[in-house]
Structure formats: structure tokens, C-alpha cells
């Protein structure tokens, strides 16, 4: 059965800090991992990862997929209040029956405080 | 990305009623599916909507409970039938676009809440 795990499950810090949410993942056919930022009901995409190594960047947001490892990790640099939210990680399946579902994490409660 | 809406962004049921959900998607997408997230869960997915045949319903997860229409390629709708209070979560439509490399995007979600 296909897993995807993150850590931590919450994370509590201040203005400024920077943090480092972790997925890691172990999962048959393999495609790509997704960050999703959720605030209220929807899971609003960030980013998709599928190559090894190479770093996606949006702003203060950044994130890397190891594919050798089977870990990704999701930097954001001088948190702001409004970065509070739940981040989710998800594997894409690329194969047979599972074609393209998404396997979620269970999210990392990040709490920004001023 | 593809733009996605859901109707009814809430609702409140009564115990042994059944309600359906919409979800329409701005342009044509190859792939559509259902979740529910669960008070203080992750997202879990029930079934695949696939277009013009039956759904592909995941383990723990049945027809007869969450029946799951695609008429065509941008509509899609779960009902959610002889509701319980356990049922109470919130539903979310996501979706796939053509020629995309798997990126999926959600619809704003329905919070159903079963009294």
C-alpha cells in the first residue's frame, strides 16, 4: 500500500523564522510529489516535483524531491502570519489502476505567530 | 490551472438523507476525482469519476453509498446517500487538466455537517 509521511505534524514559530517541513514517501509507480497549502477547505497547489535534485522556487517558498532518498522537503524562509496553514504532501501514481491518484500525507499544521 | 467549483459550498443534513454534489470545471480535464477530509484528517481519496462509465471507487469505499456521475468531460457529481453523522466531512472535487503533467487542482469544497 502506498505511504506518504510527514514531519512534523505541527510546527509553532515566529516571524522571520524559517522552517523545514519533511514527506517522505514510499509508493509504486512512482510519478511525482505535490505540495498543497491548505488555510480553509480547498488545498491551494505550490509545487510538483519529478525530477531528483533540482529546486522549485515561488518567493520565500522552496522546495527539493530525492528521489533516492524517497524524501522531499518544503523550505519557507522569514515565515509571515499569513503562512499559517496546513501544508500536505501527495505522490502521484503513474501506473495500472492508480493512474494519477493522489496518496496525501497527514499535513503539518504550521502556526505563524507575529 | 484549471478553475473548479462546487455546489453546495455547505450544507446541514438530517440522519438517513441523501445529498449530491456538483463539481463543474472551466475547460475540459482528463481526469476527475473525489475526496473527503474528515474533522482534523488529511485528504483520503473515495473513487475516480470516469467520463461516460462507472467510477473507480477506492478500498472502503462502495457505490451504493457515494454513487459518482460524469456525464461529460467538465461535470461531475457525488451523492452521498443515507447520511450518518459519521459522514460529516468536507467533500472535494479535484481535477486533472488535459495535456498537464498530473498537476491537480482542487475545488473549493462542500462541508457537509449530518445531524
Not at chain 1, 22 to 27: F, H, L, Q
Not at chain 2, 27 to 36: D, G
Not at chain 2, 38 to 64: C, H, K, M, R
Amino acid at each position: 500500500e502506498d505511504k506518504v509521511v510527514q514531519s512534523p505534524l505541527s510546527l509553532v514559530v515566529h516571524e522571520g523564522d524559517t522552517v523545514t517541513l519533511n514527506c517522505s514517501y514510499e509508493v509504486t509507480n512512482f510519478r511525482s510529489l505535490l505540495w498543497y497549502k491548505q488555510e480553509k477547505k480547498a488545498p491551494t497547489f505550490l509545487f510538483m516535483l519529478t525530477s531528483s535534485g533540482i529546486e522549485k522556487k515561488s518567493g520565500r517558498l522552496s522546495s527539493i524531491l530525492d528521489k533516492k532518498e524517497l524524501f522531499s522537503i518544503l523550505n519557507i524562509t522569514a515565515t509571515q502570519t499569513g503562512d499559517s496553514a496546513i501544508y500536505l504532501c501527495a505522490s502521484i501514481n503513474a501506473g495500472g489502476t492508480s493512474y494519477g491518484k493522489l496518496t496525501f500525507g497527514q499535513g503539518t499544521i504550521l502556526t505563524v505567530h507575529p | 490551472s484549471a478553475v473548479i467549483s462546487q455546489k453546495p459550498s455547505r450544507d446541514i443534513c438530517q440522519r438517513g438523507t441523501s445529498l449530491t454534489i456538483q463539481c463543474q470545471v472551466d475547460s475540459q480535464v482528463t481526469m476527475m476525482f473525489w475526496y473527503r477530509q474528515q474533522p482534523g484528517q488529511s485528504l483520503t481519496l473515495i473513487a475516480t469519476a470516469n467520463q461516460g462509465s462507472e467510477a473507480t471507487y477506492e478500498s472502503g469505499f462502495v457505490i451504493d453509498k457515494f454513487p459518482i456521475s460524469r456525464p461529460n468531460l467538465t461535470f461531475s457529481t457525488l451523492t452521498v446517500s443515507n447520511m450518518s453523522p459519521e459522514d460529516s466531512s468536507i467533500y472535494l472535487c479535484s481535477a486533472t487538466r488535459t495535456g498537464s503533467s498530473y498537476e491537480q487542482y482542487f475545488g473549493p469544497g462542500t462541508r457537509l455537517t449530518v445531524t
